[in-house]
């Protein structure tokens, strides 16, 4: 293994399918989950602010990214800017979010094989694509990503299939019926899955480095990639919702009782029946929506590790290129070791909750870092400027801000969970940066 660097291999076509696909995944499930929180109205309050936040962060996150083009993403941003203290906080955030999202998305891949194959187990179908999908990051970013730009196009192609058949039977009686259930407590209990619609756009920050020209064509990336995914967005919500209420696509019976995680099938099957040729058809390419984002984010995951090790904030092992494949292996295979034992716990609902709250830890944090470096360094080189400064970052910081402690307001246990997850993690950097303090002083060579 030797640090030989990462290959500049991304085109701006391949940033917009990796930016799609991290997040794609978030269109076909979970997102619903939102409606029996806040009902039609509260979730689509929750969806527009969530989206508002999205598309400001974009444009600002992208002005990091085209000045600091590093894997590590908001970790380089703010230790330029904040510290590096608080760049450890931020880069755990970050790994927290990108290695507690993929397992979340490998169990929804398995429960789809087990639907259409009941002897196959859901757990072994998901640790299966688990180590697929981590061999195929290893073995190159450039067939990585090539993979990933055609099973988004695939996943978006679906999307506008699915909301051609459902247009026709578009009722917008649908959308008023029993829309506002729980007031605007029902918006704030409805955030987390409003997040999820857009969970994962900033990995897109994490490939710079093997960008053929970050500087430029990083903003190419965000900008297409969030507009994509916001009129995606739009359609699928519309149209689930307008088949039959917002209930047909909650509860499997249309009425009550557990929820399901499956709303687009849900609503095919009140028009195709989910016994029909069609609706397989459908469900059978839904699932490239969920592989994209899957592996989209391992591949994001990988980077930020990555940096993390090459930077020593984690143990070193993790901050190896391989000199064959030019990928950080290491990382990927440490995150999937955490990822599977994440998966083993069964816990969906509540890997996706911790996911989210690595994100809007990371949202802060990056908003902040961009306000700070404006001040701090005027001159630093910033290819792209983000619109109405300081307004877009502001606005974002506001709303993660809000989200934030809605969070922990409604998820108190799975918060004190994630808080100890930073607090633990800092613990051992300190105590880590210590030992290499030690021993640099004591010309002890460290590996």
Request: aromatic share 12%; net charge positive.
């Amino acid at each position: 293994m030797s640090n030989t660097g990462l290959k500049k291999v991304l085109t701006p076509f391949a940033l917009w399918g990796l930016g799609v696909g991290y997040v794609i995944s978030g269109m076909y499930f979970g997102w619903n989950l939102g409606l029996e929180k806040g009902g039609t109205l509260g979730m689509a309050i929750a969806t527009v602010i969530i989206m508002v936040m999205y598309l400001l962060f974009s444009f600002s996150y992208a002005e990091l990214a085209c000045a600091i083009p590093k894997a590590g993403g908001v970790f380089d941003y703010a230790e330029k800017a904040l510290g590096k203290e608080v760049a450890f906080v931020a880069g755990i955030a970050q790994t927290v979010e990108f290695i507690f999202a993929p397992p979340a998305i490998a169990f929804a891949i398995g429960a789809y094989f087990n639907a259409f194959s009941p002897q196959i187990p859901i757990l072994a179908s998901a640790v299966t694509v688990y180590f697929i999908f981590t061999a195929i990051n290893i073995l190159g970013v450039k067939i990585a990503a090539t993979f990933e730009i055609v099973v988004t196009v695939l996943a978006v192609g679906e999307l506008l299939l699915f909301t051609g058949i459902t247009a026709p039977h578009f009722q917008a009686a649908n959308l008023s019926h029993n829309a506002f259930p729980h007031g605007w407590s029902g918006v704030l209990g409805a955030i987390p899955f409003a997040i999820w619609f857009f969970l994962g756009i900033e990995g897109l920050a994490n490939v710079a480095e093997e960008s053929q020209n970050p500087q430029r064509n990083i903003i190419k990336g965000f900008g297409s990639a969030i507009f994509t995914l916001i009129i995606l967005c739009i359609l699928v919500f519309v149209f689930s919702v307008g088949v039959g209420g917002w209930e047909t696509i909650v509860y499997r019976n249309g009425i009550s009782g557990e929820p399901s995680d499956s709303p687009l099938p849900l609503a095919l099957a009140k028009i195709t029946g989910s016994d029909t040729l069609m609706y397989h058809l459908l469900i059978t390419v839904g699932l490239f929506g969920l592989i994209a984002s899957f592996h989209g984010l391992i591949l994001a995951a990988g980077r930020s590790t990555y940096e993390m090790g090459r930077t020593r904030n984690m143990p070193s092992f993790f901050g190896h290129i391989s000199s064959r494949f030019h990928t950080p292996v290491n990382a990927l295979l440490g995150n999937m070791v955490i990822g599977l034992l994440a998966l083993l716990s069964g816990r969906t609902a509540e890997i996706i909750t911790i996911s989210v709250l690595g994100a809007l830890t990371l949202y802060i944090i990056s908003m902040v870092s961009l306000i700070t470096l404006r001040k701090k360094q005027p001159d630093l080189h910033r290819p792209f400027r983000v619109p109405v400064y300081p307004l877009f970052p502001v606005v974002v910081l506001i709303i993660a801000t809000i989200s934030l402690m809605a969070m922990f307001v409604y998820n108190v246990k799975l918060s004190l969970i994630y808080i100890g997850i930073l607090i633990l993690s800092y613990c051992l950097f300190k105590i880590f940066n210590a030992k290499t303090l030690y021993d640099k002083a004591g010309n002890t060579e460290i590996h």
